[in-house]
């Protein structure tokens, strides 16, 4: 008799995880699963089957889903099981203004540097997202575009704003693939560029305006979108064309 595939497989096999870290590694890949959309929002997670399909025992799965639900990327409802969280425009919009703010002093230490590696490896990363993009591979672009943003928060080496970013990353990527288009891609290395541009000509005032114009355009379509699919976001039938109060500019 044909076994029904599980809906699960994307997460790996039994002893794929080391020991003494499986929770870590469950908790990992299951981040992975719905940051990546594998796992929908609003996604009802079977415990279960998890278990089945990575060959580990109910506590690494509960602790994981723990886990991800202090990160706000899992719903538990006591008694009534876990699902992928909704995403909250309201913490999308939160989260890119301090990205907005953080983003525009990272560039102002890194153009103060004048560092050589970093300029060589922003050169690699535009030219990484141009041949990603060629190809509409919308997942390596998407991993290239988060390390062009990793590249210029490195230049700070500041590790508590780092972990502030990392916080946010997880929902504010699951947002910013609800609305990856080939578009939407070739106004990213626009913006990019943009924002390179202002770096090589080490003129802090024109890089900062470059991202916030870059962070402004994707909150405009993420706005655009929770309107037109308003069931993937935990607020999205209430939210309007009013609620839209984000300090573009």
């Known amino acids: 008799m044909k076994t029904e595939a599980s809906p699960y497989q994307f997460l790996g096999q ?21 940051v990546t959309l594998a796992l929908p929002p609003g996604t009802t997670l079977d415990k279960s089957a998890i278990c089945a399909q990575l060959g580990v025992s109910r506590f690494p799965v509960s602790e994981a889903l ?5 990160e706000g990327l899992v719903y538990i409802a006591p008694q009534r099981g876990s699902t992928v969280s909704l995403v909250k425009i309201a913490d999308v919009r939160e989260y890119m203004l301090i990205r907005k703010g953080l983003e525009s002093e ?31 591979d919308a997942e390596t672009f998407h991993q290239i575009d988060v390390e062009f943003h990793d590249i210029i928060f490195r230049s700070m080496r ?3 704003v780092k972990a502030i970013i990392d916080k946010a990353r997880a929902n504010l990527d699951r947002a910013r693939r609800l609305i990856i288009t080939p578009r939407r891609l070739a106004d990213t290395i626009a913006e990019h560029q943009a924002i390179f541009d202002g770096i090589l000509a080490q003129d802090q005032a024109q890089a900062a305006r470059a991202i916030r ?9 993420l706005f655009a979108f929770a309107q037109e699919r308003p069931s993937l976001f935990a607020d999205g039938h209430d939210f309007t064309a009013e609620d839209n109060d984000f300090p573009f500019g």
Not at 66 to 70: G, H, N, S, T, V
Not at 107 to 135: C, P, T, W, Y
Not at 213 to 221: S, Y
Request: proline residues 0%.
């Open 14 to 34: 039994s002893g794929d995880f080391s020991r003494g870290t499986v929770t870590v590694d469950v908790t990992n890949a299951l981040r992975h699963g719905i």
């Open 66 to 70: 723990a886990r991800l639900a202090d």
């Open 158 to 160: 500041l590790t508590k």
């Open 106 to 136: 990272a560039l102002r230490v890194l153009i103060g540097k004048r560092d050589a590696d970093v300029i060589a490896a922003l050169h690699a990363n535009m030219a990484a997202q141009r041949e990603a993009a060629s190809r509409d």
């Open 213 to 221: 114009a870059h962070i402004d355009a994707v909150m405009i379509e």
